[in-house]
């Protein structure tokens, strides 16, 4: 609590008040184990629950071979299928009697398994985690019936052209990475799963190691605990060999678009420019984060103009996104008029050619950079929360402590800084526009 | 650590003080927290829609959070807003309408005239509501059929189960009455349901008794007309089982959602053994349920499997259930997320090329047949020791945030009760084996239920012959998946595919009928 109150102090200049050091206002306490597992604990009040996460830092960017796209994801169910000890109903009673609330998800750069629970049944979660992390044995047929559970996700996402049109956007956008398809993988890959269970056996060997891995605990317990149960449980996880080899993507040289015809939902258009990897000392992400702020937020002009105003789009934002290679950025609008993409496409290019030359107000900088700030603290106000974050970073860097740093990058970027990045991300030839309409082609320049 | 829970349990005061201004207020004080959290509760919701304005109480909130006020235009508001990173929302279910405004503590009273102009003061102005109300058009003309199939068929399922009532209706409303609702419409219905006698106040987080009270006084200036206290809603109970089967282009499987009303919420003591039933049966999002063990688990169908005895709010998204939906109006129901349609498996397993219909009539039967054995053979002893140890952890993650935590305890007064997870705690500790299968007999049945299937246009009247006359429906696995299956599996196979049901009706609807 002394560490909460010290990390907010009065600002003499603008804003009331601005989060100063530290973003997060608990202390993040790293052990590095022998074997490389890296042990995270984050005291926090939260009396008599924790949050306790393990981060594989697997996701579908590791998927370098043709034909397995969608492992990362798949994997991540098959790790419910039990090992030699806890059979897959054995682990399911363990964990109903925690009365934790678990699961896992997978995205491009990452596997995260949580359980968030009574800090009592810290051990149990411990001895359980560690033995499928170390020991997980499943049965061909196992194998094979999960894969149609992953249809299953598959199937229920489809219902939603917006995911249709991401698949198609990532397809275009990229040549050569594996961002070019998505945590799903492609639907022919997803059919064939059931045939791949020796690839599957390689790549639990591949990536699920210690030096890939974190060990993350926050809330109601101190390190000392945490890093003992650790040793015990995690002691002899044996390190790994593996270093997938992520084909680089060439420059792209020109636009390139997508189309989607579907008259059952409101135009809708995507412009996806390709943004930076992450990094927790270079300017240029959080530049890009705040320009969000800036040209795209609800105060912004564009917004007034296009959403207020003049009533042509139901909505429009923009993710900067944060991934490990060089990702996308994307810009979206939905549209009433599917005969206004072309002048919303030319108001959106107009907005960010400003920025390009005109410097931004610094009382503008300095509202968005509090509004993240601020909407940092809000945001993490429970374990859970402050896990999720954490996890985030760890996925990106493998170190936790890149959320403290990046959020210090706030403060120092410039009205230079903000046109310099505008000028080097922002360009057509980086561009892939994708466009949902009720027309069997949609012409945009 | 001792020391600090105890400092813990007597900072955190919950109070409810229903005396000054006649307001009710729920108070969860919590001096070391950064930020505030406000929610203003109004006993209204999409039951106060008048026949043919269906939505209008949503319309009204939504320009209310989504507007200006008299002092401040939209824009001003937003402006003012961002460098705080404050935000507010509002969610109008059935019989509630729940502002919430979270700030930083900071900015607690920059932020505070913003809130008290838009509940007090809000401007209704033409052109906002003119954009608020298209995007509301837009979500029932197109938004329900065209994203979530899964959210469709639930939406479809209490459109069917509470026909003729004031539940049946999507709180947004449908095509016809959300074009019919006027500015006047919102600006007579905000002065006869946003009323003073309507609102309990819910404040948590780090705020001085000073501020309540500016708070309390204003809340006090929000219309005053009389109150139309609405009758309690009685859905007709099914007679059969009655299967709407809404066909739509380009469905890549069939989303199914079945139920029946039942006469019970968490008003009652025997709420706690239907919880411990139903999360045995399907406890929301988890492995555990008997539901997903046998269709996603066992058999590979989908991607999960669960059940219901009251209304959870966003489920594709939401882990734990969120507060904010008290209803006095209950039903049972079982969520089955999309199964495989014939032209899909037909595409993929070159075995199955002479296969009339998908997955969907053996899920459905498979999802009763299951209800039906708890029903009769009830749970064991086992089952239910386990069950009942889960849950009593388990619903104590429901409030892990102040935000949460408040929104319980608002909830907890809308059923009576003063702490909803507390006492239902309380009552989990108390229960036997035969609580819980007394409450399943007395509230669970198999004969009679509505039941939602959105599919394929290819699918629909093959399902609906198929249904309609108890058709045999075998589990068509690939052979890769039937290779190594179970024999005991295999055999339940059978006896699931010629299960006979209470089929009374079935009916294909076009999509673009739906929601009109």
Redesign the interface.
């Known amino acids: 609590m002394i560490i909460l109150l010290s990390s907010l102090v009065l600002s003499s200049s603008g804003l009331k008040s601005q989060p100063k050091d530290k973003i997060l206002p608990y202390p993040i306490l790293q052990y590095k184990m022998q074997n490389s597992l890296n042990v995270v604990t984050v005291p926090f009040d939260s009396p008599g629950i924790a949050a306790f996460f393990i981060i594989v830092r697997a996701g579908s960017r590791n998927e370098v071979e043709k034909g397995v796209t969608g492992f990362a994801h798949f994997f991540e169910h098959m790790m419910f299928r039990g090992t030699e000890k806890y059979s897959k109903d054995k682990y399911e009673d363990v964990l109903k009697s925690i009365g934790a609330s678990a699961n896992a998800n997978t995205s491009d750069d990452r596997t995260v398994f949580h359980m968030v629970g009574n800090v009592d049944k810290l051990e149990l979660m411990f001895e359980i985690e560690s033995d499928r992390f170390q020991n997980l044995k499943y049965s061909e047929h196992d194998f094979k019936t999960e894969a149609g559970a992953v249809k299953g996700e598959y199937t229920k996402n489809y219902a939603e052209p917006l995911s249709r049109l991401d698949e198609s956007i990532s397809n275009t956008a990229f040549a050569a990475h594996t961002y070019k398809h998505t945590t799903m993988g492609f639907f022919e890959d997803i059919v064939d799963m059931p045939n791949q269970y020796q690839y599957s056996l390689k790549f639990f060997d591949r990536f699920y190691r210690p030096e890939n891995c974190t060990v993350l605990v926050v809330g109601d317990i101190t390190q000392d605990k945490v890093n003992a149960l650790a040793d015990k449980y995690f002691g002899k996880w044996k390190k790994g060999t593996y270093e997938a080899e992520i084909p680089v993507e060439p420059p792209q040289a020109e636009t390139k678009f997508v189309h989607l015809q579907n008259a059952d939902v409101p135009p809708y258009l995507a412009l996806c420019f390709k943004g930076p990897g992450f990094s927790d000392s270079d300017i240029d992400l959080v530049a890009l984060n705040l320009i969000e702020g800036i040209v795209f937020s609800s105060k912004s002009d564009l917004y007034q103009k296009l959403v207020i105003n003049e009533r042509k789009l139901r909505r429009i934002g923009f993710y900067s996104g944060m991934s490990r290679d060089p990702g996308l950025m994307e810009i979206y609008a939905q549209m009433k008029d599917k005969n206004d993409i072309q002048y919303v496409k030319d108001e959106i290019m107009n907005a960010l050619n400003g920025i390009k030359t005109n410097p931004v107000d610094k009382k503008m900088l300095s509202e968005v950079v509090s509004n993240r700030k601020y909407g940092f603290i809000m945001r993490t106000d429970n374990p859970s929360a402050i896990a999720n974050t954490l996890s985030s970073f760890i996925s990106l860097s493998g170190n936790p402590e890149s959320v403290n740093n990046y959020y210090s990058l706030f403060d120092k970027v410039t009205p230079e800084d903000i046109i310099r990045v505008a000028n080097k991300y922002f360009n057509e030839t980086s561009l892939t526009i994708g466009t949902i309409t009720a027309d069997e082609t949609c012409v945009i320049k | 650590?001792k020391i600090?829970?105890v400092l813990?349990s007597i900072l955190i005061l919950v109070v409810i003080n229903s005396n000054l201004y006649s307001q009710q207020v729920v108070e969860l004080n919590i001096p070391?927290?950064?930020?505030v959290v406000i929610k203003l509760m109004f006993r209204n919701g999409s039951i106060c829609d008048p026949e043919g304005k269906e939505g209008l109480t949503n319309l009204t909130a939504s320009l209310i959070t989504s507007g200006g006020t008299k002092e401040l235009t939209?824009?001003e508001i937003?402006?003012k807003?961002?460098?705080?990173?404050?935000?507010y929302n509002v969610n109008v279910d059935k019989e509630v309408t729940i502002f919430t405004f979270?700030v930083?503590k900071?900015?607690l009273n920059?932020f505070y005239p913003l809130l008290k102009g838009l509940l007090i003061t809000p401007a209704f102005d033409e052109?906002d509501f003119?954009?608020v109300k298209?995007?509301i058009q837009?979500y029932v003309d197109?938004?329900i059929?065209?994203?979530?199939?899964?959210e469709y068929s639930k939406k479809a399922l209490e459109y069917y189960l509470f026909g003729g009532t004031p539940y049946q209706n999507m709180v947004q409303g449908k095509t016809a009455s959300v074009q019919s609702i006027t500015l006047d419409d919102v600006k007579n219905h905000y002065k006869n349901y946003f009323t003073k006698s309507l609102l309990m106040i819910g404040i948590a987080g780090n705020y001085t008794e000073e501020f309540l009270n500016t708070l309390k006084s204003d809340m006090n200036s929000l219309p005053d007309a009389p109150v139309a206290v609405s009758q309690k809603v009685t859905p007709k109970f099914p007679d059969g089982i009655d299967v709407k089967i809404i066909s739509k282009?380009e469905?890549?499987?069939s989303?199914l959602f079945m139920g029946f009303p039942m006469d019970i919420t968490r008003s009652n003591d025997e709420f706690a053994a239907l919880m411990v039933a139903n999360s045995y049966l399907g406890e929301h999002?988890k492995?555990?349920g008997v539901l997903y063990n046998k269709l996603?688990?066992?058999?590979?169908?989908?991607?999960?499997d669960y059940s219901y005895i009251e209304w959870y709010d966003e489920g594709g998204s939401n882990?734990?259930p969120p507060p904010g939906t008290p209803r006095s109006s209950n039903y049972f129901s079982i969520w089955i997320?999309?199964?495989?349609i014939a032209k899909?498996l037909k595409k993929?397993y070159s075995e199955l090329s002479d296969i009339k219909i998908g997955h969907a009539h053996y899920a459905l039967r498979l999802a009763i047949r299951e209800v039906d054995k708890l029903v009769k053979d009830g749970m064991s002893k086992e089952d239910f020791e386990?069950?009942r140890?889960?849950?009593?952890?388990?619903i104590?993650?429901y409030t892990?945030?102040?935000a949460s935590q408040l929104g319980y305890l608002m909830d907890s007064r809308f059923y009576n009760r003063n702490d909803y997870i507390a006492e239902m705690g309380k009552l989990l500790a108390k229960l036997t084996l035969d609580d819980v299968n007394n409450a399943i007999k007395k509230y669970w049945q198999v004969n009679n239920m509505i039941v939602t299937i959105v599919t394929d246009a290819s699918e629909a009247s093959e399902l609906a012959n198929s249904i309609k006359n108890n058709l045999d429906s075998p589990m068509s696995y690939?052979n890769?998946?039937k290779?190594?299956?179970p024999k005991e599996v295999l055999q339940e196979d059978d006896e699931v595919a010629t299960y006979k049901l209470n089929i009374k009706n079935v009916e294909i609807i076009n999509s673009k009928e739906t929601f009109k």
């Open positions: 650590m600090l829970k813990i070391k927290s950064e930020k939209y824009k937003q402006e807003l961002f460098p705080m990173a404050a935000g979270q930083p900071f900015f920059d052109k003119e954009r298209s995007n837009v197109q938004g059929r065209a994203s979530s199939d899964e282009d469905a890549f499987g989303a999002r492995s555990y996603r688990e066992t058999r590979s169908m989908n991607y999960g882990m734990l997320r999309p199964v495989q899909q993929q386990e069950t140890e889960f849950l009593s952890s388990y104590k993650l892990q945030t102040p690939s890769l998946v290779a190594g299956m």
